[in-house]
């Protein structure tokens, strides 16, 4: 029973006694076994890697009317391990010119940036990995390196498509950081803590019924931040061939692409913690840790489904028009909502919570309706200006 | 030797060796990515201070906002971006100098503060350090005009990047 409850500590005891028989220090098989923790789930999280490949694969053809991988075993389920043996037997090219150093070490920290935000992600009330009192601004800083990462690859390749895709692609993850970081404080602001295991310990109701545009501008601008169509400038292939990750071929290729799967589907578990409630549902995380990890990668699965219905229905959105999207729209919307919550938030503080839930909805409800109302406003008068006065349709 | 302490050693060595390569490096763009690498060395040692926000922010402004705009104006600005230019002017024994000078100067106010040799008091397990510098921040016996005269001198510095940009028809 115990186990069902707490895998890691039981585990964690029994190699702790194995170790102590074989006369090592309390110390050192702390810190083995804390490495052996890291080891477990890293290599977890690349088994599953592999299977995103499949997933994503089998679902863009779905989208697209096709029938995706079929040939290699059972629904094509082998043909990912086929596709890692062809990438790590293919022949690792390095460009003449290239950084050599900064060259091979720009896939290693784009993985890396993708890996450490599981570092902070509470799988089951037991499994909090690091309970860290600032994990949401650990999850930007992690951003940064996978910025870093691209535009580390982008000017080490010596290309100038690739130097073009990593600036496009940094500028892009630079500007929608703004948003996403200020949604990420609206949960903040109900939970009363920046860490992400107490934000999933407090939503007894669900955040995206106190904030459903927070919700929506969150996962706008972590498909921005994900380089993911409609947003995926830095690749653009009809354009820039394949952006900053052009030169790269094999593993090292391998490794972008992987990261960048796993980074989706690691927006979509975050996206579910804080919007909705993680590994809670109803209770029943409390029966057993590894029901609750279930239940968080069912919904980490449904936002990593809507990211990838999002960027397999819509089409690429031009540089410019992106960035004023961000700059002129989504980042005013997310300051303004920023400041209604944090005063909805004091003024309803001792309203029951029928009302505080109630006001918060609806206070974000009448936010979206005036930013879209402005919006088509300075659209029409935007249009107008270009076009002279004229109307489309007689009334 | 503890732990903490080994770990403080090496990060503060490899944070010495990457400040040092950014002034020695040759190639302007390696400069920058070793400053970035000295920057994460700080970071680290905030970490180790029990300092988690600082640490945080620090990766989030200096290598996610800072450096990033340095490898930005880097390679925007120069035509050649591996050009090896000389990497000394004719002030450099006035800059020694003002850096011996300055490096003297700490090294003195440190030596002669009482604070260094005395150990620090262990942090209680309950005590979270991020509500007690947000609320140094608003309280008006700490830190709120400080605080509220930076946030107007960057709204003021906001407006004026804005202004001087602003391309008027």
Known sequence: MDFLKDPLKVAADWLLGIFAGWGMAELWADILIAFLGIFVLIALLMLLDILLVWIERKVVSRFQSRIGPNRLGPFGLIQPFADIIKLLIKEDTTPEGADRALYNLAPILSMMAVLILWAVMPLAPTILNVDLNVGVLYIIAAGAIGTLSIIMAGWSSNNKYSLIGAFREAAVMLSFEIPMLTMMLIPTIFAGSMGVAAITQAQDVWYFFLAPLAAVIFLVAAIAELGRSPFDMGEAESELVSGYNIEYSGMKFGMFYAGELLHAFTFGGFWAILFFGGYRFFGLEQVSAFLAIAILFFKAFIGYWIIMWIKYTLLRIRIDHMLAFNWKFLTPVAFTLLMTTAFMNALLADAPSWLYVGGMFLSNVLLAWAALETARYYSRREREKVEGTQKVAPT | ?169
């Open chain 2, 1 to 169: 030797m503890t732990v903490d302490q080994v770990i403080f050693l090496a990060v503060a060595l490899l944070t010495l060796f990457a400040a040092l390569r950014v002034v020695t490096t040759g190639n302007i763009v390696h400069a920058a990515f070793w400053l970035i690498a000295a920057l994460f060395g700080v970071a680290v040692i905030f970490a180790l201070l029990n300092a988690s926000f600082l640490a945080v922010v620090q990766v989030v402004v200096y290598i996610g906002a800072i450096a990033m705009l340095f490898i930005f104006a880097v390679m925007l600005t120069r035509k050649e971006m591996r050009d090896r230019g000389p990497q000394l002017n004719p002030n450099w024994r006035f800059g020694a100098l003002l850096a011996a000078v300055a490096f003297g100067g700490l090294l003195l106010i440190v030596n002669g503060w009482s604070g260094v040799t005395k150990t620090a008091s262990a942090v209680p397990s309950d005590f979270d350090a991020v509500s007690a510098l947000g609320n140094a921040l608003v309280s008006p016996d700490a830190y709120v005009l400080p605080f509220e005269v930076a946030s107007v001198l960057l709204v003021a510095a906001l407006i004026g990047a804005v202004y001087v940009a602003f391309n008027q028809k």
